[in-house]
């Protein structure tokens, strides 16, 4: 029996014959691919640094001394960097994880850096709306605003899309999609009433381009991302 270029031997494999074009064609097919996905990169990727560019320089450099922020995940990674930049800048942090110890350290690294800026950290697991409502109300207590809120908290980790626990499903979309209205919902009134006030998502190359075993992650962050 052959099926178009290929034959089949007596166990019903496909023998492949090297000299054969749909074989040449396999071969060239994986350079090919990762090619067709450096130009597809190139394509969203390099636009959107490229419009970024653009706007940071006719942006007016406006100060942020004095404005209230509060970093999600603030106990290690960007956020703990996102913390000691808004405080560099003359910001007032309220650092917010589950990672008491973490963000407790990143408070203490801002008042050794920058003296006389206000920081204090919070506990709150922002999957849950119950933590949410109680993190308002102590930022409320201890500072009069919040200006800019940037929802950082996630987990970056992959899995194999055919086995995967069901927990580490709920975690991601709790955490990394679910918690961003939750949060939302409770912060956003009083911006809006103020009319004044700033919301960043953190979503992430990934939101746009999924690397194998990256769908789930990818899902939630193609969400954050979502307009
Ligand atoms: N690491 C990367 O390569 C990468 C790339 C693009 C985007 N991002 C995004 O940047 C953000 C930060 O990533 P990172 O690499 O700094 O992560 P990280 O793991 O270093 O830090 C995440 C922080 O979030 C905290 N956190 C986890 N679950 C929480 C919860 N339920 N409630 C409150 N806090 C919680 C953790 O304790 C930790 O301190 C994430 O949203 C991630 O998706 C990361
Ligand atoms: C994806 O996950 C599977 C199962 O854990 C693993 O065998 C495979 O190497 C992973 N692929 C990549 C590119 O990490």
Redesign the pocket.
Known sequence: MSIHNGNTNENGYLVIDPTNERYRYQKIKEPLKFILQCVYLSLVFFPLLFLSAIKTLIARERSLKGQTVLV??????????LCFKFASLGCSIAC????DK??RETVIAIKERYPGVEAHSYH?????KH?IRILHEHVKRDFQHLDILV??????TSAYLIDFEDKFLD?MI???LK?HFLIYREFLPEMIKRNKGHIVA?????SVYSEMNFSI?TAT?HG?LGR
Do not use: F
Not at 96 to 99: A, E, F, G, P, T
Not at 124 to 128: E, F, G, L, T, Y
Not at 202 to 206: E, F, K, N, Q, R
């Open positions: 999600t995940g603030g106990a290690h990674g960007l956020g703990k960097e917010v994880d589950i990672n973490g963000s709150c697991d922002v999957r849950s933590e929802h950082n908290a996630g987990d970056v975690n709790d955490l990394n918690s953190i979503a992430s190359l990934a992650y962050k954050v």
